[in-house]
Protein backbone atom coordinates (compact mmCIF):
# COMPACT_ATOMS: atom_id res chain seq x y z
CA UNK A 1 0.00 0.00 0.00
CA UNK A 2 1.03 3.33 -0.79
CA UNK A 3 2.29 5.31 2.31
CA UNK A 4 0.94 8.87 3.19
CA UNK A 5 3.18 11.65 2.73
CA UNK A 6 4.09 14.19 5.86
CA UNK A 7 6.23 17.57 5.41
CA UNK A 8 7.64 18.23 8.62
CA UNK A 9 9.00 21.15 9.37
CA UNK A 10 11.53 22.78 12.15
CA UNK A 11 12.15 19.04 12.89
CA UNK A 12 15.95 19.01 14.08
CA UNK A 13 14.85 20.05 17.35
CA UNK A 14 13.89 17.78 20.32
CA UNK A 15 10.54 16.69 19.15
CA UNK A 16 11.32 16.85 15.40
CA UNK A 17 13.84 13.67 16.57
CA UNK A 18 11.10 11.91 17.92
CA UNK A 19 8.62 12.57 15.26
CA UNK A 20 10.94 11.11 12.59
CA UNK A 21 11.68 7.94 14.72
CA UNK A 22 7.80 7.67 15.53
CA UNK A 23 6.53 8.06 11.94
CA UNK A 24 9.45 7.07 9.64
CA UNK A 25 8.09 3.28 9.19
CA UNK A 26 4.65 4.31 8.49
CA UNK A 27 4.87 7.61 6.31
CA UNK A 28 6.87 9.26 3.86
CA UNK A 29 8.74 11.93 4.70
CA UNK A 30 10.22 15.01 4.32
CA UNK A 31 12.24 16.71 7.19
CA UNK A 32 13.64 20.16 6.93
CA UNK A 33 15.57 22.72 9.64
CA UNK A 34 17.06 25.95 9.64
CA UNK A 35 20.03 23.60 11.18
CA UNK A 36 20.01 20.59 9.45
CA UNK A 37 21.71 18.50 12.00
CA UNK A 38 21.19 15.02 10.73
CA UNK A 39 21.06 13.07 7.56
CA UNK A 40 17.30 12.63 7.09
CA UNK A 41 16.99 16.78 7.29
CA UNK A 42 17.59 19.24 4.27
CA UNK A 43 17.44 22.76 4.84
CA UNK A 44 14.71 25.04 5.15
CA UNK A 45 14.54 28.20 6.69
CA UNK A 46 9.99 28.00 7.50
CA UNK A 47 10.01 31.86 7.35
CA UNK A 48 11.32 32.27 3.43
CA UNK A 49 7.51 32.12 2.83
CA UNK A 50 8.09 32.06 -1.01
CA UNK A 51 10.76 28.79 -0.11
CA UNK A 52 8.47 27.23 1.88
CA UNK A 53 5.65 27.21 0.11
CA UNK A 54 7.65 25.71 -2.95
CA UNK A 55 9.62 22.75 -0.98
CA UNK A 56 6.18 21.88 0.73
CA UNK A 57 4.27 22.15 -3.27
CA UNK A 58 6.63 19.69 -4.81
CA UNK A 59 6.72 16.72 -2.27
CA UNK A 60 3.04 16.75 -2.40
CA UNK A 61 2.42 15.95 1.19
CA UNK A 62 -0.74 14.60 3.10
CA UNK A 63 -0.09 16.50 5.63
CA UNK A 64 1.51 19.30 7.41
CA UNK A 65 3.52 19.73 10.41
CA UNK A 66 4.70 22.88 11.37
CA UNK A 67 6.95 21.69 14.52
CA UNK A 68 9.72 24.56 15.23
CA UNK A 69 9.75 27.15 16.57
CA UNK A 70 12.13 29.46 19.07
CA UNK A 71 11.24 27.96 22.08
CA UNK A 72 14.05 29.93 24.53
CA UNK A 73 12.03 32.18 26.42
CA UNK A 74 14.35 34.18 27.28
CA UNK A 75 15.77 35.12 23.59
CA UNK A 76 12.24 35.44 22.89
CA UNK A 77 11.64 38.53 25.45
CA UNK A 78 15.36 39.95 23.96
CA UNK A 79 14.03 39.13 20.22
CA UNK A 80 10.53 40.29 20.14
CA UNK A 81 10.73 40.99 16.23
CA UNK A 82 12.13 37.56 15.26
CA UNK A 83 10.09 35.85 17.94
CA UNK A 84 6.63 36.65 16.21
CA UNK A 85 8.29 36.19 12.34
CA UNK A 86 9.22 32.57 13.46
CA UNK A 87 6.57 32.01 15.81
CA UNK A 88 3.58 33.44 14.42
CA UNK A 89 4.06 34.94 10.81
CA UNK A 90 5.48 31.42 9.52
CA UNK A 91 2.37 29.84 11.15
CA UNK A 92 0.12 31.90 8.78
CA UNK A 93 2.28 30.98 5.93
CA UNK A 94 1.70 27.42 6.87
CA UNK A 95 -1.71 27.72 7.19
CA UNK A 96 -2.23 29.16 4.00
CA UNK A 97 -0.06 26.23 2.51
CA UNK A 98 -1.64 23.76 3.84
CA UNK A 99 -5.51 25.41 2.83
CA UNK A 100 -4.07 25.25 -0.98
CA UNK A 101 -2.87 21.93 -0.84
CA UNK A 102 -6.63 20.85 0.96
CA UNK A 103 -4.42 18.96 3.60
CA UNK A 104 -4.78 19.16 7.27
CA UNK A 105 -1.74 20.81 9.30
CA UNK A 106 -0.47 20.08 12.64
CA UNK A 107 0.85 22.99 14.71
CA UNK A 108 2.07 21.98 18.53
CA UNK A 109 1.02 24.58 20.86
CA UNK A 110 2.51 24.79 24.72
CA UNK A 111 1.04 24.99 27.93
CA UNK A 112 3.08 28.68 28.06
CA UNK A 113 0.17 30.05 26.70
CA UNK A 114 -1.95 30.54 30.12
CA UNK A 115 -1.08 32.60 32.77
CA UNK A 116 -0.65 30.27 35.47
CA UNK A 117 -3.23 31.35 37.76
CA UNK A 118 -5.37 28.35 37.85
CA UNK A 119 -4.54 24.95 39.69
CA UNK A 120 -4.96 23.19 36.42
CA UNK A 121 -6.07 23.82 32.64
CA UNK A 122 -8.16 22.13 30.11
CA UNK A 123 -9.18 22.73 26.73
CA UNK A 124 -12.02 25.05 28.03
CA UNK A 125 -9.79 27.43 29.70
CA UNK A 126 -9.17 30.85 27.57
CA UNK A 127 -5.37 31.47 27.21
CA UNK A 128 -3.75 34.48 28.72
CA UNK A 129 0.09 34.43 27.94
CA UNK A 130 2.46 36.92 29.75
CA UNK A 131 5.36 36.89 27.82
CA UNK A 132 6.62 36.92 23.90
CA UNK A 133 7.08 33.51 23.83
CA UNK A 134 4.14 32.74 24.99
CA UNK A 135 2.31 35.17 23.62
CA UNK A 136 3.86 34.01 19.87
CA UNK A 137 2.78 31.14 20.24
CA UNK A 138 -0.80 31.80 21.26
CA UNK A 139 -1.52 34.14 18.01
CA UNK A 140 0.14 31.20 15.71
CA UNK A 141 -2.76 28.88 17.59
CA UNK A 142 -5.49 31.14 17.31
CA UNK A 143 -4.68 32.01 13.65
CA UNK A 144 -4.60 27.96 12.66
CA UNK A 145 -8.28 27.58 14.69
CA UNK A 146 -9.30 30.66 12.37
CA UNK A 147 -7.92 29.89 9.35
CA UNK A 148 -7.12 26.53 9.08
CA UNK A 149 -9.47 24.89 7.31
CA UNK A 150 -8.33 21.23 8.68
CA UNK A 151 -5.64 21.02 11.45
CA UNK A 152 -4.42 19.48 14.71
CA UNK A 153 -2.93 21.69 17.55
CA UNK A 154 -1.37 19.80 20.20
CA UNK A 155 -0.67 21.47 23.48
CA UNK A 156 2.68 20.21 24.92
CA UNK A 157 3.73 20.77 28.63
CA UNK A 158 7.78 20.48 29.84
CA UNK A 159 9.28 18.50 26.68
CA UNK A 160 11.96 16.28 28.15
CA UNK A 161 13.58 14.15 24.80
CA UNK A 162 16.82 14.11 22.41
CA UNK A 163 19.48 13.42 24.86
CA UNK A 164 22.59 15.27 25.33
CA UNK A 165 22.46 15.85 21.73
CA UNK A 166 18.59 18.28 21.57
CA UNK A 167 17.56 18.36 24.86
CA UNK A 168 17.57 22.17 25.31
CA UNK A 169 15.65 22.12 28.59
CA UNK A 170 15.36 21.25 32.03
CA UNK A 171 16.44 17.61 32.35
CA UNK A 172 19.56 18.27 30.26
CA UNK A 173 20.34 21.25 32.38
CA UNK A 174 19.94 19.59 35.19
CA UNK A 175 21.63 16.13 33.57
CA UNK A 176 24.64 19.20 32.89
CA UNK A 177 25.63 20.36 35.90
CA UNK A 178 25.56 16.62 37.69
CA UNK A 179 27.85 15.77 34.78
CA UNK A 180 29.90 18.60 35.36
CA UNK A 181 30.32 17.78 39.40
CA UNK A 182 28.12 19.87 40.99
CA UNK A 183 26.86 17.76 44.66
CA UNK A 184 24.03 20.42 44.84
CA UNK A 185 21.03 21.28 42.79
CA UNK A 186 19.10 24.70 43.38
CA UNK A 187 16.06 24.00 42.28
CA UNK A 188 12.91 26.23 42.15
CA UNK A 189 9.92 24.84 44.41
CA UNK A 190 7.07 27.88 42.55
CA UNK A 191 7.08 26.59 39.20
CA UNK A 192 4.17 23.52 38.41
CA UNK A 193 4.04 21.91 35.24
CA UNK A 194 3.51 18.71 33.45
CA UNK A 195 6.16 17.00 32.15
CA UNK A 196 5.56 15.96 28.03
CA UNK A 197 7.91 12.66 26.62
CA UNK A 198 8.40 14.41 23.41
CA UNK A 199 7.65 9.83 22.15
CA UNK A 200 4.84 9.67 23.65
CA UNK A 201 3.45 13.37 22.48
CA UNK A 202 4.82 12.15 18.97
CA UNK A 203 3.08 8.74 19.16
CA UNK A 204 -0.13 10.14 20.68
CA UNK A 205 -0.38 12.82 17.50
CA UNK A 206 -0.15 9.52 15.16
CA UNK A 207 -2.97 7.81 17.16
CA UNK A 208 -5.11 10.85 16.52
CA UNK A 209 -4.30 10.86 13.16
CA UNK A 210 -4.72 7.39 12.42
CA UNK A 211 -7.95 7.90 14.44
CA UNK A 212 -8.98 10.66 11.95
CA UNK A 213 -9.42 13.42 14.69
CA UNK A 214 -9.20 16.93 14.62
CA UNK A 215 -9.25 19.75 16.87
CA UNK A 216 -7.14 21.10 19.75
CA UNK A 217 -5.91 18.84 22.31
CA UNK A 218 -4.02 19.40 25.71
CA UNK A 219 -1.36 16.26 25.78
CA UNK A 220 0.99 15.91 28.64
CA UNK A 221 2.28 13.14 30.65
CA UNK A 222 0.28 11.79 33.70
CA UNK A 223 0.28 13.30 37.00
CA UNK A 224 0.60 16.65 38.73
CA UNK A 225 4.31 18.05 39.54
CA UNK A 226 6.84 20.71 39.74
CA UNK A 227 10.51 21.29 38.84
CA UNK A 228 11.60 20.43 42.43
CA UNK A 229 9.59 16.70 42.49
CA UNK A 230 10.85 16.25 39.10
CA UNK A 231 14.40 17.18 39.98
CA UNK A 232 14.18 14.62 42.80
CA UNK A 233 12.67 12.03 40.69
CA UNK A 234 15.64 12.58 38.37
CA UNK A 235 18.65 12.29 41.02
CA UNK A 236 16.48 9.08 42.55
CA UNK A 237 16.49 7.43 39.24
CA UNK A 238 20.53 8.32 38.93
CA UNK A 239 20.85 6.62 42.23
CA UNK A 240 22.90 9.77 43.39
CA UNK A 241 20.22 10.59 46.34
CA UNK A 242 23.16 10.04 48.60
CA UNK A 243 25.90 12.20 46.66
CA UNK A 244 24.16 15.21 45.19
CA UNK A 245 21.95 18.01 47.80
CA UNK A 246 18.66 19.10 46.66
CA UNK A 247 18.14 22.81 47.87
CA UNK A 248 14.64 24.26 47.44
CA UNK A 249 14.56 27.86 46.34
CA UNK A 250 12.31 30.02 44.77
CA UNK A 251 11.87 31.90 41.14
CA UNK A 252 13.82 34.87 42.26
CA UNK A 253 17.07 33.06 42.92
CA UNK A 254 17.59 32.71 39.03
CA UNK A 255 16.06 35.39 38.22
CA UNK A 256 19.26 37.13 36.30
CA UNK A 257 19.65 33.97 34.44
CA UNK A 258 15.98 33.26 33.81
CA UNK A 259 14.47 36.74 33.60
CA UNK A 260 11.46 36.28 31.35
CA UNK A 261 8.17 35.86 33.29
CA UNK A 262 6.88 32.17 34.08
CA UNK A 263 3.70 31.26 34.79
CA UNK A 264 3.60 29.47 38.49
CA UNK A 265 1.25 27.07 36.56
CA UNK A 266 1.57 25.53 33.74
CA UNK A 267 -0.01 21.99 34.25
CA UNK A 268 -2.38 20.80 31.67
CA UNK A 269 -5.04 17.57 31.73
CA UNK A 270 -5.53 16.01 28.62
CA UNK A 271 -9.68 16.28 29.06
CA UNK A 272 -10.82 15.52 25.27
CA UNK A 273 -7.97 13.04 24.85
CA UNK A 274 -9.75 11.06 28.13
CA UNK A 275 -13.30 11.81 26.81
CA UNK A 276 -12.36 9.92 23.10
CA UNK A 277 -10.56 7.42 24.97
CA UNK A 278 -7.58 8.83 23.47
CA UNK A 279 -5.02 9.49 26.24
CA UNK A 280 -2.25 6.97 25.43
CA UNK A 281 -0.05 9.60 27.66
CA UNK A 282 2.02 7.52 30.31
CA UNK A 283 2.74 8.69 33.73
CA UNK A 284 5.60 11.52 33.72
CA UNK A 285 7.54 9.33 36.07
CA UNK A 286 7.20 6.56 34.10
CA UNK A 287 8.02 8.40 30.81
CA UNK A 288 11.11 10.16 32.77
CA UNK A 289 12.83 6.61 33.79
CA UNK A 290 12.10 5.48 30.02
CA UNK A 291 14.09 9.09 28.56
CA UNK A 292 16.38 8.23 30.81
CA UNK A 293 16.72 4.62 29.65
CA UNK A 294 17.00 5.73 26.04
CA UNK A 295 19.24 8.41 26.35
CA UNK A 296 21.48 8.46 29.23
CA UNK A 297 22.14 4.59 29.48
CA UNK A 298 25.57 5.46 29.60
CA UNK A 299 24.89 8.16 32.35
CA UNK A 300 22.75 5.43 34.60
CA UNK A 301 25.31 3.50 36.34
CA UNK A 302 26.16 6.08 38.92
CA UNK A 303 29.70 5.95 38.97
CA UNK A 304 29.60 8.35 35.79
CA UNK A 305 29.33 11.41 37.76
CA UNK A 306 31.42 10.20 40.98
N1 LIG B 1 10.61 22.65 24.44
C1 LIG B 1 9.50 22.72 25.17
O1 LIG B 1 9.53 22.63 26.41
C2 LIG B 1 8.16 22.90 24.48
C3 LIG B 1 7.01 22.88 25.26
C4 LIG B 1 5.77 23.03 24.64
C5 LIG B 1 5.70 23.19 23.28
N2 LIG B 1 6.83 23.24 22.55
C6 LIG B 1 6.71 23.42 21.10
O2 LIG B 1 7.15 22.24 20.48
C7 LIG B 1 7.66 22.55 19.19
C8 LIG B 1 9.01 21.88 19.01
O3 LIG B 1 9.91 22.46 19.94
P1 LIG B 1 11.22 21.70 20.42
O4 LIG B 1 11.12 21.55 21.88
O5 LIG B 1 11.49 20.51 19.57
O6 LIG B 1 12.29 22.85 20.13
P2 LIG B 1 13.73 22.71 19.52
O7 LIG B 1 14.43 21.55 20.10
O8 LIG B 1 14.35 24.06 19.62
O9 LIG B 1 13.43 22.38 17.99
C9 LIG B 1 12.89 23.35 17.12
C10 LIG B 1 13.66 23.28 15.82
O10 LIG B 1 13.13 24.27 14.94
C11 LIG B 1 14.23 24.91 14.33
N3 LIG B 1 13.88 26.21 13.83
C12 LIG B 1 13.80 27.39 14.49
N4 LIG B 1 13.50 28.38 13.64
C13 LIG B 1 13.39 27.80 12.41
C14 LIG B 1 13.11 28.31 11.13
N5 LIG B 1 12.90 29.61 10.93
N6 LIG B 1 13.05 27.45 10.09
C15 LIG B 1 13.27 26.13 10.27
N7 LIG B 1 13.56 25.59 11.47
C16 LIG B 1 13.62 26.43 12.52
C17 LIG B 1 15.24 24.99 15.45
O11 LIG B 1 16.51 25.31 14.96
P3 LIG B 1 17.53 26.11 15.94
O12 LIG B 1 17.87 25.16 17.03
O13 LIG B 1 18.66 26.46 15.05
O14 LIG B 1 16.75 27.30 16.44
C18 LIG B 1 15.15 23.60 16.02
O15 LIG B 1 15.95 22.69 15.30
C19 LIG B 1 7.70 24.07 19.11
O16 LIG B 1 6.60 24.52 18.35
C20 LIG B 1 7.56 24.52 20.55
O17 LIG B 1 6.96 25.78 20.65
C21 LIG B 1 8.07 23.07 23.11
Known amino acids: MKKHKIYMVGCGGMLGEAFFEKYRQDYELKCTDIDVNEDWLSYLDFRDADAYKTDVKNFRPDWLFHLGAYTDLEYCELHEEVTYITNTESVKYAVKIANGLNIPILYISTAGIFDGIKDVYDESDTPNPIGHYGKSKYFGEKFVIENAKEYLICRAGWMMGGGPKKDKKFIQKIMKQIKNGKKELHIVNDKLGTPTYTHDFATNVKLLIEKGERGLFNMVCGGFTGRFE ?14 IKITEVNSDYFAKEY ?11 NKKLDDLRLNIMRDWKVALKDYLNNYYSAYLSHSEFL
Open 230 to 243: VATELVRLLDLQDD
Open 259 to 269: FADRPACERLI
